[in-house]
């Protein structure tokens, strides 16, 4: 397996990757490598190698095939310590194609600094790399709970600890485009905010009968649902 | 929501517990706490309380309730740093009922010490008291490869990054009291590895498109497999 490195359509590796591809993994001239751009995936032979940049060559290129058929929204809580980053991460290797940050009455965690947003972007791209996903989640700014529904996109589904009748696995919507996934803080949801979630269409589903830490409950929700969707 | 915790038969709380009720939650006689044990959620009304011991009351009991239908074995790989611990907190509030510690021939992780083991018994620990499962789960000896399959429990699926046509989702057991599931370690099951699972009767299958780290295919894993087991 080469190494994989997400780039941009002009397929310029960043000062930082040609600094990991000279100093750290000591490539060289005629070494292979994979670029991720846009959708495709490309062999890359490597023909100028130095810590300050890299030249090559694409010898075969293909389509990706990595992406999910269906646009998954994560509405991701920010949560305490790198409990974010963590489902970041996860939920970005399972194919989640857009993250929209925010923080509702409960919240602990209220703030995504400027550094912190760089290490989630940082997280995301290495994510992308992993799992040859060859497209970049977006990651919005912060919402709070209101304004979040306006940014959800497709049919909308709310992970509740207090619903106990519709499970996500029967509440899957089917020939969406786009489906929107929200999981609540650690200290959960309110019913004022369900109610409002529901006002604007949102189904509200269980993730079954045992409660789950907030960044368990959030992979454990994108893993089901990506399963459900990209067949 | 009351604070829980998980206790033996005799309902007895240990010096950690009656430390932390008394010292960390500051709790006094009358105040109540929920007690876990063996299978069993009781509501426990403090008599006395102290930093060494606490005593009390059952004022109501009823099942937990919270068990999973399925007996869940994970044959978790000993992960580098603390990404087996995430595995088993996650996996322990999704419901897996025993941890099967393995290594595998490219296995970077090899061994698991006593005070690692001692940390992986009280992460379990809390993740029960957090997901109300009134059981801890077991976690066996750490085995090698063919030793593992002595070990694994009823129908037995592998998941595998060169499966590409069975997806988990096809081929969840059916009828079966026990499932056991096999999760690579972070460089991968050789096909040699593959073959004598097949020969021990297993089922390779396909966690999706894109090859996921270690600790998201074993959370996302075992996520898709208790849902739809556990219903």
Known sequence: MTHRFLVGRDLALSTDQARQIATVLRLRPGDQVTLL?????????????????????????????????????????????????????????LGVARFVPYTSSRSVARELGTEKRKRWERIARE??????????????????WPQLFEELEGDTLVAWE????????????????????????EGGLTPDEVDLARRNGAQVVSLGRRPLRAETAAIAAVAELIAALDR
């Open 127 to 144: 994510a992308v790399e992993t799992s040859r996903r060859a497209r970049l989640p977006e990651i919005a700014p912060v919402m709070g």
């Open 37 to 93: 751009a846009d959708g495709e995936e490309l062999d890359y032979r490597l023909d100028q190698v130095s810590a300050a940049a890299v030249a090559g060559t694409v010898v075969a290129r293909r389509p990706a095939g990595a992406e999910p058929r269906v646009r998954l929204v994560l509405a991701l809580p920010l949560l305490r310590g790198e409990h974010s980053e963590l489902v970041l991460e996860s939920a970005t290797q």
């Open 162 to 185: 207090e619903e106990h009748t519709l499970r996500l696995g029967d509440a899957v919507p089917r020939g969406s485009d786009a489906v929107s996934l929200v999981i609540g803080p």
